[in-house]
């Protein structure tokens, strides 16, 4: 079955590490995103590709990276910079039609201790 | 810039009972709108969309409008079960940009008890 698969589902960090989320996707999809979730807030996004070797920041990017070597892949690097860490990192899809429909993986969750 | 604005939650009904989640909207132009609905433990996923005014969207027995004239973008349902549970995110898409760089609004919790 075709889908977006994120790593792990749960993820521990003591502060001042740096930590990598995993997203694969098997669509064939040409762009993909990062958004993160928050208690009471809508998704916010991080970071977006629409095509390999190439990506923009969104809206909170401060404290992340990332990277976009093949299309299948998107990972994600939450830094010691950012500040406040802790919360669901969830990753999309979508085809090269202006359609605005995303395709979500099932999440990450992010605790700092 | 955009944004959405959804009705204050948690929304609790009896099972069959009529749904309603007020959305509106700020934009430039005419954004596409998208309804969202994330179930426990899972990622999003699309509930219905509408890309000009006066489309209706619907899917599962859910119903929204695109209604230019009030920026708005109301969710219904007739009659809702108690595996409509969940949390649902309205959302717009400007053409102008990224086409999957969404503004969401801040999400509407329902449950839904027999």
């Known amino acids: 079955d075709g889908g977006i698969t994120q790593s792990p589902k749960y993820l521990f960090r003591k502060e001042g590490q740096n930590v990598t989320l995993s997203c694969e996707q098997n669509l064939n999809h040409d762009a993909m995103y990062w958004y993160r979730q928050d208690p009471g807030q809508g998704l916010r996004l991080i970071y977006y590709s629409q095509i390999v070797n190439d990506f923009q920041k969104g809206d909170i990017a401060e404290g992340y990276s990332v990277s976009r070597e093949k299309k299948e892949s998107f990972p994600l690097t939450v830094t010691s910079a950012q500040k406040n860490p802790t919360a669901f990192y969830l990753c999309?899809?979508?085809?090269?039609?202006?359609?605005?429909?995303?395709?979500f993986g099932e999440g990450s969750r992010l605790t700092v201790l | 810039g955009n944004s959405v604005t959804q009705m204050e939650g948690p929304v609790t009904l009896s099972e069959e009972a009529f749904l309603t989640i007020n959305c509106t909207y700020t934009?430039?132009?005419?954004?596409?709108l998208f309804w969202y609905v994330q179930y426990p433990g899972e990622g999003l996923q699309l509930l219905l969309k509408?890309?000009?005014?006066?489309d209706k969207g619907s899917n599962k027995g859910f119903e929204a409008t695109y209604r230019k004239e009030t920026t708005s973008f109301h969710l219904e349902k007739g009659s809702v079960q108690v595996s409509d549970s969940a949390v649902y995110f309205c959302?717009?898409?400007?053409?102008?940009?990224?086409?999957?760089?969404?503004?969401f609004g801040q999400g509407t919790i329902l449950t839904v008890h027999p």
């Open positions: 509408a890309t000009k005014a006066d």
């Open positions: 999309a899809s979508t085809s090269g039609v202006n359609t605005g429909e995303l395709f």
């Open positions: 959302a717009l898409s400007d053409k102008g940009g990224s086409y999957g760089k969404l503004t």
């Open positions: 934009a430039t132009g005419y954004p596409s």
